[in-house]
């Protein structure tokens, strides 16, 4: 090769390399072009989507104290409240969230769509919990009970110790707790004792065919009239109830308030055997035939 073949290609070689080397300064100019380009789009974004989250966040903890407000002048449940708080609370926190990665360019309904699918999965394996969690927000919302009253549900009686979300306590009245689900007692028949502050005492009597009626009836208003706590202003009436095969049914009946129904009666039922007693009254013998 000669001086001058030699010289021509090292000429093209460095030609070559100083092409490369251009080459890749250019392609990493543009990235750092770009790059700067997008950071900045991005850190204005950023900037944007936290001042759009504080300013959210302001507002709906704003608004949650006026629905607290609003709950306690309504009178609802403190149990409800705090529930319905925390629930509008976190419902909040989710849009707000969904709103503020809107701001920063992604789409927010993936993330709703992972939310319900969330909910979806929960709410399948909690079905139960949920129906007396349902269940215990309308009892704490319909109020047909409360704290303190005398109820009777699923079978089961007693005085009402308290009211969860998910379960009601009642105590017997031999001292038993019973934990009874809110999903059972809001789809069943309820009855509340001790809801009206009055209540009818009955009393029923088997007196014999032979025994004197006008007598009985007689008797039994004196005594229902002498007892302490009766409602004097309300009817009381002693009437014939049925006519059984062996015996004539006597229904006593009385009002007195709530708190003195079961003294009442107790001791109207064991006065009323007594006082019939005296004013000879006779009571049906129960006859008893053994075959040969």
């Not at 109820?151 to 009601?168: K, S």
């Amino acid at each position: 090769m000669t001086t001058d073949e030699t010289a021509s290609a090292i000429e093209e070689g460095v030609t070559e390399v100083s092409t490369a080397v251009t080459d890749q300064v250019n392609i990493f100019k543009n990235w750092f072009d770009s790059f700067s380009s997008n950071a900045l789009t991005l850190g204005v974004k950023v900037i944007f989507a936290l001042i759009f989250f504080f300013v959210g966040r302001l507002i709906l903890n704003f608004l949650l104290k006026l629905f607290d407000k609003g709950l306690k002048r309504s009178s609802v449940d403190i149990t409800v409240a705090k529930f319905l708080t925390h629930l509008l609370k976190a419902l909040g926190y989710i849009v707000l969230v969904m709103f503020t990665l809107g701001v920063l360019g992604y789409e927010a309904t993936s993330f709703a769509a992972i939310l319900g699918s969330v909910g979806v999965a929960i709410g399948l394996a909690l079905q139960g919990s949920l129906s007396n969690f349902a269940g215990g927000l309308l009892i704490l919302l319909l109020k047909p009970y409360k704290v303190g009253d005398y109820i009777v549900a699923g079978g089961d009686e007693g005085t009402v110790l308290t009211i969860g979300l998910v379960y009601t306590e009642l105590l017997t009245v031999d001292n038993k707790k019973i934990v009874i689900p809110n999903g059972s007692i809001s789809n069943e028949r309820l009855v509340n004792v001790s809801a009206m502050p009055q209540r009818r005492v009955d009393v029923t009597l088997s007196v014999s065919y032979k025994a004197d009626l006008s007598v009985a009836r007689k008797t039994l208003l004196e005594l229902i009239r002498k007892q302490e706590n009766v409602l004097l202003d309300r009817d009381i009436v002693v009437v014939v109830a049925s006519l059984d095969e062996t015996s004539v049914k006597i229904q006593c009946r009385c009002w007195c308030d709530a708190a003195n129904y079961w003294p009442i009666k107790d001791a109207l039922t064991e006065k009323a055997k007594t006082a019939l007693d005296e004013a000879g009254v006779p009571f049906v013998v129960p006859v008893v035939h053994l075959d040969k």
